[in-house]
């Protein structure tokens, strides 16, 4: 016999502002705060000895029993803002800024700031690109920012004991070493594009990208003297780069549609 139940718990609340001025500057903020609470708890019974005319587990003989329980809570409080500027349909501006507390890391570790901004620039809305009648959109764009990861088991920083059978006596003995400052995993990102559009067939992006992460959360080696294998920790460097280009072309537009894209 074995149950298991899930139960997870979101608010979210946030306000807005939006503003024109002068019809030429466009401003809207966002603020907001959402909290989250999970819980999950099982049991398992194990019974091999059961009356098969009765098949529950009270029927069977207690000395063969097996039983196990499992629960586990995680918590995530954050606050959050976001602002917009456009300047005539040509200049656009995107600042966020959040603030995370996890239950997954340590007392003092736990909070972590990340921000992104972005900026990009529709070149074709200019005055001067009237005459290009054949080019539909020109974009170009820039952004970067840093993330927050905290993908890891629950009490990951604690100090974990778990119950042992030895010579007929039960007890608790340690399951995992404590890391009380096991913190975020950080990933800085930055991306610079280019968007385009011809005679309302084609389409396409170009683009360069490059992601650092650090302070990985990794299982760390440690030596088997410590009666443990390895130890969770922020550990370890990553970096990503490299450059994509996508383009689309409708061919056909009617009653067949016939698009080609290659990435």
């Not at 016999?1 to 899930?6: L, M």
């Not at 606050?79 to 995107?94: Q, S, T, V």
């Amino acid at each position: 016999v074995s149950n298991s139940k899930y139960t997870q718990i979101t608010t979210s609340n946030t306000i807005g502002y939006d503003t024109q001025i002068a019809g030429r500057h466009v401003l809207n903020f966002m603020v907001g705060q959402e909290a989250q609470k999970n819980d999950y708890n099982s049991y398992y019974i194990y019974s091999p000895e059961v009356n098969p005319d009765i098949p529950f587990p009270n029927t069977g003989t207690s000395a063969d029993d097996q039983g196990d329980y499992d629960e586990s809570t995680r918590t995530l409080l954050s606050f959050f803002g976001i602002a917009n500027y456009e300047l005539n349909n040509r200049y656009f501006l995107k600042f966020h800024l959040r603030t995370d507390g996890s239950s997954r890391f340590g007392r003092d570790t736990k909070w972590g700031t990340f921000w992104s901004v972005g900026a990009s620039w529709v070149v074709t809305n200019e005055n001067f690109m009237e005459s290009l009648t054949s080019l539909d959109l020109l974009k170009l764009r820039a952004s970067y920012g840093i993330n927050g990861n905290d993908n890891i088991p629950n009490y990951a920083q604690w100090g974990v004991y778990g119950p042992r059978e030895y010579n007929s006596y039960t007890g608790m003995a340690p399951d995992q070493l404590p890391k009380y400052d096991l913190t975020w995993e950080l990933s800085k990102t930055y991306n610079i594009g280019l968007d385009f559009g011809l005679l309302q067939r084609v389409t396409g992006t170009f683009e360069y990208y490059q992601r650092t992460t650090t302070d990985m959360l990794l299982d760390s080696p440690l030596s088997r003297t410590t009666g443990f294998s390895s130890i969770q920790d922020n550990v370890g460097e990553v970096s990503n780069k490299g450059y994509e280009a996508l383009v689309n072309v409708n061919i056909l537009e009617g009653d067949i549609r016939w698009d080609i894209g290659a990435n």
